[in-house]
């Protein structure tokens, strides 16, 4: 597969985010604009101090349908309470670190994201192929966000060891194997130094 003027992507980053230098997302747009797609990535409102109403309608006026929707951390979540209260509707979606609800709790300025009412049914309709990418050690999400979120939401899901919240504090910034899988969703998901590998 390769990307042309109508391939088109909205990344969406999390909380206290300031689209970075050398954040993997920031690398990421760059990478997807340099190939010729549309790519759309916003500063969503208030990052330090997030409201979720506020994220829902920005998030209402960015989609197009038939994106592919590239989320990290409170982004996921975003896309998730999206997806739970229905109409929006994307080509693919990737999930990033999604934090835990008990995580969350502790933090007055992110409580409102917590528990999303997304079901599996309405992952599946969202989008024709959702992945789920998460590390075993991300201390946003202890137990595992494939265990809090990839197992009942059905997500296949790629499972990073010792990458925490894959963040830049984790040393993501370029990250071949995102940029391979919006390309080509076969593409698996692995360490940002790792190879791409197709499933």
Not at 158 to 186: E, F, M, Q, R, T
Request: aromatic share 8%; net charge negative.
């Amino acid at each position: 597969m390769t990307l042309t003027s109508n391939s088109s992507f909205l990344i969406l980053h999390g909380w206290q985010n300031h689209r970075p230098e050398g954040h993997w997302q920031r690398w990421l747009a760059g990478e997807l604009a340099a190939r010729g797609a549309r790519v759309a990535y916003p500063q969503l409102p208030d990052p330090d101090e997030p409201d979720l109403e506020a994220w829902l309608l920005r998030l209402q006026g960015l989609l197009d349908g038939q994106q592919v929707v590239v989320c990290h951390s409170l982004g996921a979540l975003l896309w998730l309470h999206a997806v739970g209260r229905g109409g929006v509707r994307a080509d693919r979606a990737l999930l990033v670190a999604p934090p835990s609800d008990d995580v969350l709790a502790r933090y007055e300025e992110v409580a409102g994201f917590g528990a999303p009412r997304a079901t599996a049914a309405q992952v599946a309709g969202a989008a024709d192929v959702t992945r789920l990418v998460a590390a075993d050690d991300d201390p946003f999400c202890p137990g595992g966000a494939a265990e809090r979120y990839g197992v009942p939401l059905g997500l296949d899901t790629d499972v990073v060891p010792g990458g925490g919240h894959l963040d830049l504090d984790a040393g993501y910034g370029a990250w071949p194997s995102v940029l391979g899988w919006c390309i080509d969703p076969a593409v698996r998901i692995s360490a940002r130094t790792g190879d791409i590998c197709r499933g």
